[in-house]
């Protein structure tokens, strides 16, 4: 168990649907990452939260946002769903900002768009 | 483009042999590279890192070795256990920079 809770475990959904795929980092991680993992391919970096401020974004949609709340959970909205955005969605925390500092990731949340 | 590439879907080998995992990149500007072991319906979990400032990191029954010159590492397990099946992430990141970038990993079966 990484301490790191993600729900729910499973999202069907249709297309232009929008949904909203939460995380709980470990106890004391100020960092929140979201990652995408479409079938077959490897796990795709989408934005970084330090503290409730945004770090880093990588290859998010427009339609995609996220925030990191005080109590430091993190929320994930995806809106105007598509049939590509089926993918596992997965949630990683870490103490500090940076790479030295290992992800801990949570078990994912598997978004289904029909 | 992928910048980190695992070329082997899959790998088979006995209990008790040496695992042999590989992974290229093509960013010069990595400087930190990690492995993640994937169980299924789990999320990845970290097993071992390296900086490029070394060209080998040992822990347990697994050691990561860095080329830089042929921008390559690899992760070896000895000896493999059945409990190594799992699907293995090579990633890779530059310091400063949040994006760590993964290869699309390769699934290791340890066969008893």
């Known amino acids: 168990d990484s301490g790191v809770t993600q729900t729910p475990k499973h999202l069907i959904t249709a297309t232009g649907q929008r949904v909203t795929l939460r995380c709980s980092p470990r106890s004391g991680d100020l960092s929140v990452y979201w990652y995408q993992q479409s079938l077959d391919q490897g796990l795709q970096f989408l934005i970084h939260y330090y503290n409730g401020e945004e770090r880093a974004k990588g290859n998010i949609l427009e339609r995609f946002s996220a925030q990191q709340f005080p109590d430091l959970h993190s929320e994930l909205n995806l809106s105007s769903l598509e049939l590509g955005d089926s993918a596992l969605y997965f949630c990683a925390s870490s103490v500090e900002q940076g790479y030295n500092s290992p992800l801990h990731f949570g078990n994912g949340t598997r978004l289904t768009v029909t | 483009d992928q910048q980190v590439k695992q070329n082997s879907p899959s790998l088979s080998v006995q209990e008790g042999r040496i695992s042999i995992l590989n992974c290229d990149y093509t960013n010069s500007m990595f400087d930190y590279f990690l492995w993640y072991k994937k169980y299924p319906a789990e999320g990845p979990t970290f097993l071992i890192s390296?900086?490029?400032?070394?060209d080998k990191n040992e822990d347990g029954r697994f050691t990561v070795f860095l080329n830089k010159s042929a921008k390559h590492l690899s992760l070896h397990i000895v000896p493999s256990q059945p409990g190594d099946s799992a699907v293995y992430f090579c990633a890779a990141s530059i310091f400063g920079n949040e994006k760590l970038t993964f290869g699309t990993g390769t699934r290791l079966t340890i066969i008893p």
């Open positions: 390296i900086s490029s400032i070394k």
